[in-house]
């Protein structure tokens, strides 16, 4: 798969690119992540990528010609347009999976106070990551980005996805790790009994209960099997005897 990034502010990836998980995918080839300078497109005589709105109004607003130009010279039969701003459909764990299955996605980083709107007609979709406003679409970007490489096959082994939060609506179980005991908080012993069909089942209703806790919307959508189901029914009925 390969990513390509609109942005006036290329160096912004320098470090993004170069550690962890998004470096192995881009050694071993897993994914191309191009970055596309728009600056370089301009054709205005004193390099300028934005001007003031019509109507007036406070900042600047990104030009059609530059970003448009640099989006045509990229652009293939195979490309699909996402906008970062906040206008945008919320990026979910669902959009994660469709973007994965893209051959060439390309990102517009808007910045500034917005850009012109007429971009919008060479753009398939626009998305966000949000509903609080960033100085530009890079970090959101970045974000896109990772959740995306990540998935790719060969990146993180296939099993680690399977019990990650937003797996069918819910948050990821609770996770433990040396030392057994601290500050005199114990790890559950189940997780210490070797016993797999228990430590499934135990972590099956961590996942539950850590999404009831924080994410309470999400298990309304959630496909649960009867035991996570009765689970929910009996931390719901808990709740409202304590609201009571």
Do not use: W
Not at 76 to 84: A, E
Not at 154 to 172: K, M, P, T
Not at 230 to 243: C, G, M, P
């Amino acid at each position: 798969m390969k990513i390509s990034i609109l942005s006036i502010f290329p160096e912004m990836f320098e470090g993004f690119l170069t550690t962890s998980i998004i470096k192995k995918a881009i050694l071993q080839d897993l994914a191309e992540v191009e970055i596309v300078d728009f600056r370089l497109f301009t054709k205005d005589k004193h390099n300028r990528v934005d001007a003031p709105p019509y109507g007036g109004g406070h900042g600047l607003v990104l030009l059609y010609q530059p970003i448009i130009d640099a989006l045509k010279s990229i652009k293939t039969k195979d490309s699909y347009v996402v906008m970062m701003g906040p206008a945008g459909n919320t990026y979910d764990q669902n959009k994660v999976k469709s973007f994965s299955q893209i051959q060439h996605l390309i990102l517009i980083c808007g910045h500034y106070e917005g850009y012109d709107e007429r971009i919008l007609n060479h753009v398939d979709e626009v998305i966000s990551i949000g509903d609080y406003i960033l100085t530009g679409g890079e970090l959101a970007a970045m974000v896109v980005t990772d959740s995306i490489i990540r998935l790719l096959p060969g990146v993180i082994r296939e099993e680690s996805h399977q019990y990650e939060s937003f797996e069918n609506n819910l948050l990821e179980h609770a996770q433990y790790t040396k030392p057994r005991k601290i500050d005199g908080f114990s790890v559950p012993e189940v997780l210490l009994s070797g016993h797999h069909k228990n430590i499934d089942t135990y972590r099956s209703e961590s996942s539950i209960e850590k999404t009831f806790k924080y994410r309470k919307e999400l298990l309304e959508k959630a496909k649960l099997s009867p035991e996570q189901e009765a689970i929910f029914k009996t931390l719901k009925a808990n709740k409202n005897k304590e609201d009571l």
